[in-house]
């Protein structure tokens, strides 16, 4: 297949990466994952505003418009023929002599995508098994940053104890999955973490928001514990791999019965409907 690296459709073995890329020497730039659903982009607007909104909370300026960057994914979806998979793009800082302080203003961001087939069943997805562990990243993780090290070590520790995703906590107060964000329901009501500095403001998130206030399910976005999770009716993640899936054992404790529950059923059955 093809890649895009700065304006052009090149073959993945004509490009190589500097050893001098911010992004390779200090994690320096950002990132978006976006859903190719039949051949089209799904949200490709709201990720390419937050890909934008990200750049310049660390004052990288971005070399493209939305446009561009949206005509660019639709050559290279169709150069690719992908009908189902994800986009990845990232821009970094550019490459320059190693200095923690940025480059001089002529050192223009690099920009790389690629796309990778990912089946879309329409299946709704089974329950999965989660692992909660200590937050242990920045306080800027409305970021969606190339500096990973958090989310895969808490990733990393899920996947040795048997489970999907790893849940983290500060001090007892759940802020999102390692690469998703995370909800509960408790009597009818959906709980999902504020967009605060401490998670990503995920698109499926607020894709999810939108379909409880359009169908009637009662929601509030306000922090709660991982006691309050555990004793939950229902505990959901959401993200743009995921899309809705619920999480229906935690730490080897099942989520009340240990099944997919209504609310959640719901929301996958809404979210389907979107991608349709
Ligand atoms: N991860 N929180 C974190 C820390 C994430 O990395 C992601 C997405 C999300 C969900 O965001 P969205 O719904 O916009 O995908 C929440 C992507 C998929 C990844 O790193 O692969």
Not at 148 to 159: C, E, R, S, T
Request: contains cysteine; hydrophobic residues 40%.
């Amino acid at each position: 297949g093809k890649i895009i690296f700065n304006g052009d459709l090149k073959s993945r073995s004509e490009v190589k990466v500097d050893i001098e890329d911010r992004g390779y020497q200090f994690g320096d730039g950002v990132y978006e994952v976006i859903r190719v659903y039949n051949g089209e982009l799904f949200t490709e607007d709201m990720h390419l505003n937050r890909l934008i909104d990200s750049a310049k909370l660390i004052q990288m300026k971005v070399p493209f418009t939305i446009a561009e960057i949206k005509n660019r994914m639709k050559e290279l979806i169709a150069e690719n023929q992908l009908k189902d998979g994800i986009v990845y793009m990232q821009l970094t800082r550019g490459v320059s002599a190693r200095t923690h302080s940025f480059p001089t203003a002529e050192v223009e961001p690099a920009f790389v995508a690629y796309t990778k087939e990912m089946p879309y069943t329409g299946k709704m997805k089974p329950g999965v098994n989660a692992f909660t562990t200590d937050d242990i990243r920045w306080l800027r993780c409305n970021i969606k940053s190339l500096n990973l090290l958090g989310n895969i070590m808490a990733k990393q520790q899920a996947v040795e104890a048997g489970c999907d995703e790893a849940i983290q906590h500060r001090d007892g107060t759940v802020t999102e999955g390692s690469s998703s964000n995370v909800s509960i329901v408790v009597d009818g009501q959906l709980k999902t973490h504020p967009a605060t500095n401490l998670i990503l403001n995920g698109i499926t998130r607020q894709v999810m928001l939108k379909l409880c206030a359009d169908h009637g399910i009662p929601y509030v976005e306000e922090a709660f514990t991982v006691e309050d999770m555990m004793a939950a009716d229902e505990v959901l993640y959401t993200s743009t791999s995921v899309e809705v899936t619920p999480i229906i054992n935690i730490d080897g404790q099942s989520i009340a019965a240990g099944e997919p529950g209504p609310i959640t059923q719901r929301l996958q059955k809404l979210f389907s409907e979107e991608i349709e």
